[in-house]
Structure formats: C-alpha cells, structure tokens
C-alpha cells in the first residue's frame, strides 16, 4: 500500500518569498492533515480535513497562510508570505474514519522548509 | 481539553539497557492511545497502539499498556539497540473524536 506522499523534501526561500506544499493521501483515508513541526518540539495542527472540508483551522495562521483540498483527495500548503519563524517541517498526515471517528494518523515525510 | 505529557529527555542509555518512557494523558471517555517514533530527517511511523483499557501494544520489541486507573502508557523496551536512537511521542485520539493530540517528544540516544 503506498503511504502519504509530500513534496518537495526540502525547500529554502527568503522571507517574504510565498512557497507551497503538496500531499497526496493514503487512497480513501478521509482525513487529511497538515502539521508543523518546529526543531525539537512536537507536531503542532494547522489545519484537519475531512474529504474537501475543514475540520479544524483554529491554529493556522490565515493572514499568512493557506491550504485547499480540492475535490477531497490531493491538498496544498501555502505560506506567503513566509517569515523567518516559519522555518519547521510541514507534515502531512492521513487516516480513516469509522464509525468510532478516526483511525490512527500515518504521516509522510515531511517537508523541511528553511527561511532565511 | 485533552493533553499528552512525556517525559522530558533526552533519555541517554548504553547499548541493551532497560527503556522506560513515560506518558500520561487527560482525556475524557475512553481515548485511543499511540506511541509514534520519529527517526532523523523523517516523518512520524506508528509503533504500537491501543485503543481501551488494559490493552497491551506492542511491536519491534517495544510494549506499552493502557492503564486507564493511572491515566498512563508507558513505553517499555527490555534491550535497546543504538538504532532505537530517535525521537519518541506519546499520543492520543479520543473517543468520537477527529483530532490526534501529541505529546512534546522524547528524545532518546543510545550509545554503543
């Protein structure tokens, strides 16, 4: 079974430059992720999609930030613009849900996106 | 709301030591509780799982229980291997719920 798969791997743009990422789910996981992850700190929510709505945004930046799901499969990121403090890796991660809610998260691996 | 705590590392042992990694958790109802393993440069993978109370997860040697009572699921290994050296989280999805809550990570190194 294929995972969730990101790109690019590796970005690096100067600050008030606009970037974007791209995930393609698990085929038929629902829902959709995106999380940023800081050096040494825990994965932290941008923003949950299940099929082509959001779920939860509460932490995403929208003045800078911003994602779409289109017709509920493939997703983008977009940062712009970018400052120095979003420099993190961007996860992407996917998973079923039943009728308990979702399943567990399986993550792809990542984008690292370094702003200077 | 919900929230992970882990123990703060890094956790340094030597080669076939004992690994204890603690997590405990507040939740509501019934969670389902996740240890996710983060190797260098990579993406989070699943380790183990458990979704109710006494459950016992395990995989690659390394075990952990729900213990609903002490609101905990610690991570267990009885010999670790230089290439266990990672970052470890706790995590948890409640009951109904759509959102995966995660622990601050616990780095762990082992040394030859």
């Known amino acids: 079974e294929a995972g969730v798969a990101q790109s690019p791997r590796y970005k690096i743009i100067e600050k008030r430059q606009s970037v974007a990422f791209w995930c393609n789910p698990i085929s038929g996981h629902a829902t959709l992720y995106w999380y940023q992850q800081i050096l040494g700190q825990g994965p932290k929510l941008l923003i949950q999609?299940?099929?082509?709505?959001?779920?939860?945004d509460s932490q995403l930046p929208k003045d800078r930030f911003s994602a779409e799901r289109l017709k509920g499969v493939d997703s983008t990121l977009k940062i712009q613009p970018a400052k120095l403090e979003d420099s993190a890796v961007y996860l992407c991660?996917?998973?079923?849900?039943?009728?308990?809610?979702?399943?567990?998260?399986?993550f792809g691996q990542g984008t690292r996106l370094t702003v200077v | 709301g919900d929230s992970v705590t882990q123990m703060e590392g890094p956790v340094t042992l030597s080669e076939e030591a004992f690994l204890t990694i603690n997590c405990t958790y507040t939740a509501t109802g019934y969670p389902s509780l996740f240890w996710y393993v983060q190797y260098p440069g990579e993406g989070l993978q699943l380790l183990l799982k458990a979704t109710k109370a006494d459950d016992k997860g395990s995989n690659k040697g390394f075990e952990a229980t729900y213990r609903k009572e002490t609101t905990s699921f610690h991570l267990e290994k009885g010999s670790v291997q230089v290439s266990d050296s990672a970052v470890y989280f706790c995590a948890l999805i409640h009951t109904g719920g759509f959102k995966t809550i995660f622990g601050a990570g616990t780095r762990l190194f082992v040394k030859a």
């Open positions: 991660a996917s998973s079923l849900v039943t009728g308990r809610g979702n399943t567990e998260a399986f």
């Open positions: 999609f299940q099929n082509n709505g959001v779920v939860d």
